[in-house]
């Protein structure tokens, strides 16, 4: 593609984005397809010769748009809503062009300390202090995999050299998380080679709150048994309702018993911008690591998770490998190489859009952002609360509002309610208008809606709430 | 940022890039800057208020772009040369606006169903059978972490769920690679706690392909020893010297034992494309996991690995867990989620770079591309065989040349050599026309010349000779 060309589609490209990012809420936001219908749409081989962009654009619109799912929808409220922000858009499409590999310093100076930079802006904006080392990895996943591969270091000495089954003594070793944690801690300890029951869920509080009591008890009677404690995962913000395990008291057990503590602020952690929600990240200042996620409620288009460790020589120390083919004399005077901190040695620009975003919005609009989101939905559970038609299922801390409809005068069975429930969600996803997702609190079937896209305002909230309303009557009487 | 500003920007930025692709050369490829320059030019902290676009634009043309190291520059021949090409860079700005989470169908019936589409279309030029089913990780160390522990989960059934530590009667376990295999496999074996020591290297013949005889002993000498195989690693293009592992004498091998092979054509897996390479490949087809990077050597801005797998039902077996949150009507019918074949849960659209470019090149303009990088290897590999004051020091099977200047008469120690021909490195790489890099091989500093990049022609490398022939006098009088 000669530069003229690459003019022309990128400037077209450039026209059909702005329409997209301002005009999103022409689509629904989940699409009206069938499985299937993609894979039928398109030929079963590669052509042979080249096509054009135009070709090849004509059959995006036709067959790919029909089948997105509009994150970047304003009536996105499902899981965590996200925002891929225009300056954020921006920068991914510059760092495609750069096309840096940040796995060395002398692999790209600039993304490397970009990285070292916009990470330390967040962490100052977050309250942590200086302590705290950071990394950026692509997703939450693998940022927690780090962490608790890391505590798995520092609790068995030459794991990394001798492996589990090289430890004959080592006996039972255990992960511990609220039973709210999210997904990815059974997964990191699945790969870690500890074996999903070496993952400890302790019960939760009537605000579905880690109980600090289980968990120390369920430390001791572990100990007690030979087992090796290696890591507790506390969560601000849990994926269903985030909620907020009460860190502060976590982080004294775990400093009591010589436990690795990791905090899981993946969504929720922007909001320890605003100082009022500080407290509510009361004690992670002194966790051994951290994830928040800016491509969650920072308005990144995916993928971008920050990871902070006030022990990064341990996360070094579980997967620095240096071949011959990557040594630098820059790396041997000190200079820091990504690549060292992480199981990836390909790392892409992710810290460019990090930066632009902060600098576009500055603290201020992010606060105010993030502010009006919580403010969305404290006002859509007011809402909940004042019909005796539903009912709140869960306290709202940040931005995520879990309810059910519970119709006056129903009587039907706890089964009941949830399958009107479930109709009722498909009854209002099916306009198009909104996407909420669902998850189960206490056993019963709870829809949760999420606020956390930029251009989400009172109206996009009003029109979700106004079809719950129409669709719970029609889903009560079928 | 309105939709004006958008454009704006945006258009300017099209400019920017139009004139960057073509234009990189323009910049040293390898940029003149020291550790700290970048973090020093930028202030401690985000700004309080936002700042306008062209504020930061300017910059990142002040600070950021004096910092980059030119990936995208047709001079760039270390490591493995690559080409964020103009219609990947397209994708990767489309990809951002439209923000996609391709965990589930749903939350992405385009982007899950085009991952299927374009991974088959990359399998059938790869003359891979449909046996294989593939999905896209970020790099290839992900890429050869999940075919390790889906190694792991077949060898070691529940491992997933009692782990390594629960395993009392296991001992000790085994995954054997060359010794020229890539730094991922011992980072992923250290990640899945089976320890380094778990990752035997097995010696390579005097081409540095993996010896399928001492192999052989090795996995008889484990068993006998009560030692549990795991996986071999095969490599078609190893990354010091490309050099070419005997697979179909290795999946013999494993085969008989019933040890799962992985193959790591990361690099060179594109070169399968063109029918005189196939036969580097032969026996992959009968493989249990195959990875191959796009983002090397097929034009593709990073990130994206493609792994194939026969056994993708051994990978789900591995890493699929599904909490409430993440339950679709769907997902129940069978409907592939892709989060079940991995352990990131956050996916970006990356399939759609690897459909345009497959599209804008066609089957014939890819070929064209990769026979061109070859020939360019060859010929330099001719230049050097011809000069007295160079040796080659590897075989070239595909686009990367190892070499080292000899002077004749040189009568110094192999040290002195090695001495040498660093500082031959540096002063050719000081030039800013070219970057190249090195590794060793049988103990002797070795440079590389690595040819991958789009725009890279005759000129560029008849540049890089001649900088080496001119530096190479001053390097043996220095």
Redesign the interface.
Known sequence: ???A???R???A???W??????GSERYPV??R?S?????AA?P????????S?D??FAD?ER???P???H??HPGFF??FA?????????A??????????AML???????T??E??SL???R??LGLPDAFEGVIY?????ST?HGL?AA?EAAIPG?????????AG????RVYCSEHA???V?????????????LMRIPADDRFRMRAGALRDAIAADRANGVTPIAVVATVGT??MTSVDPVREVLDICRSESVWLHVDAAYAGPAAILPEFRAHFAGWEDADSIVVNP?KWLFT???L?AFYSRRMDMVRQ??S??????RTA?GS?G?RDLMDTG????R?FRA?KLW?I????????VRAVLSEHIRLARQFADRVDADPDFERLAPVPFSVVCFRARPRGFTGSSADLDELNARLLDGVNASGDVFL????INGAFAI?LAIGHLRTTDAHVSRAWELLRAHAGAAATA
């Open positions: 593609m000669d530069p060309e690459f003019r589609h990128g400037h490209l450039v026209d984005i702005a329409e997209y990012l301002a989940l699409p397809v499985p299937g219908d993609v894979r398109l079963a081989d590669a052509p042979e010769r080249g096509e962009f070709a090849i995006f067959v790919i748009v089948a997105l799912t994150w970047n499902a899981y996200t925002s891929g922000s225009a300056p954020g858009v921006l991914e499409f510059l760092a495609a062009a750069l096309n840096q590999q310093w002398r692999t790209s100076p600039a993304a300390e970009l070292e930079v330390a802006w967040l100052r904006l692509d997703t939450a996943s693998v995999l591969a798995r794991v990394r050299e001798f492996g589990l089954p090289g430890r080592l006996g039972q070793v999210h997904s990815s059974d997964k990191a300890v699945m790969l870690l080679g500890l074996g999903q029951r070496a994926t269903s491509h288009p995916v993928d998770s579980t997967f490998l240096v071949p011959e083919y990557l820059e005077r200079v199981i990836q040695l390909g892409r460019l632009i902060l600098r576009h919005f500055g603290a201020d609009g997702s669902h998850t189960r949760r």
